[in-house]
């Protein structure tokens, strides 16, 4: 069974850096795109980002395209989500997906997210 | 920017059926574009419905089902449930490596 588990999630400033990780098990992590999804409070789905399985193809929404950055370690079945200068409206869950990018372009299975609350 | 475009709400009683579509702000939404479609519970996460269009994720009913209809993708629910009152989301993949979210339908079931 696919499963994933983020963490890392919590209180941050204004222009503070979190980073968010993603445990993942029951799939071949390293042959498997992941992407991130954010949902902020009342509001509907967000695209994030998107990484390739071998991590040398990284994709972003302008929305944090240049402060946030997408990585992960195959080695440890771990996606990663490095969020630098974060705003009030970064506050949201976020949800990691294992990603379907090449083959039909989908988000297949979901974690069930960290919340990010960005405050002073 | 692109918007992708849905209804915000439906209503829909109980054994009925009822469509949602997700349209591009300018342009038509083809199979090019892979729409898929996902549920959601407040509080939970979502839930893969649909993907390249028309192919149901595994354990997902019968009674949902996808297809273009003239410029916009749409997910079809047959024989509506109370269970099946939520929120409903598409996705468009643009290319080089960008997904756009819908802007969301909620469904009621009364």
């Known amino acids: 069974e696919v499963q994933l588990l983020e963490s890392g999630g919590g209180l941050v400033q204004p222009g503070g850096s979190l980073r968010l990780s993603c445990a993942s098990s029951?799939?071949?992590?390293?042959?498997?795109?992941m992407s991130w999804v954010r949902q902020a409070p009342g509001k509907g789905l967000e695209w994030v980002s998107v990484?390739?399985?071998?991590?040398?193809?990284?994709y972003y929404a302008d929305s944090v395209r240049g402060r946030f950055t997408v990585s992960r370690d195959n080695s440890k079945n771990t996606l990663y989500l490095q969020m630098n200068s974060l705003r009030a409206e970064d506050t949201a869950v976020y949800y990691c997906?294992?990603?379907?990018?090449?083959?039909?372009?989908?988000?297949?299975?979901w974690g069930k997210g960290t919340t990010v609350t960005v405050s002073s | 920017q692109t918007v992708v475009t849905q209804e915000p709400s439906f209503s829909v009683s109980p054994g009925e059926t009822v469509t949602l579509t997700c349209g591009l702000s300018?342009?038509?939404?083809?199979?090019?574009?892979?729409p898929s479609w996902y549920q959601q519970t407040p509080g939970q996460a979502p839930r893969t419905l649909i993907y390249?269009?028309?192919t149901r994720s595994s354990g997902v009913p019968d009674r949902f089902s996808g297809s273009i209809l003239g410029n916009k993708a749409a997910l079809t629910i047959t024989g509506a449930q109370a269970d099946d009152e939520c929120d409903y989301y598409c996705?468009?993949?643009?290319?080089?490596?960008?997904?756009?979210f819908g802007t969301g339908t909620k469904v009621t079931v009364l």
């Open positions: 997906a294992k990603d379907a990018l090449r083959q039909y372009y989908y988000m297949e299975v």
């Open positions: 029951g799939f071949t992590f390293r042959s498997s795109a």
């Open positions: 990484v390739s399985g071998s991590g040398g193809s990284t």
């Open positions: 300018s342009g038509s939404v083809s199979t090019n574009y892979y």
């Open positions: 390249n269009t028309n």
């Open positions: 996705v468009l993949y643009m290319g080089s490596g960008v997904y756009v």
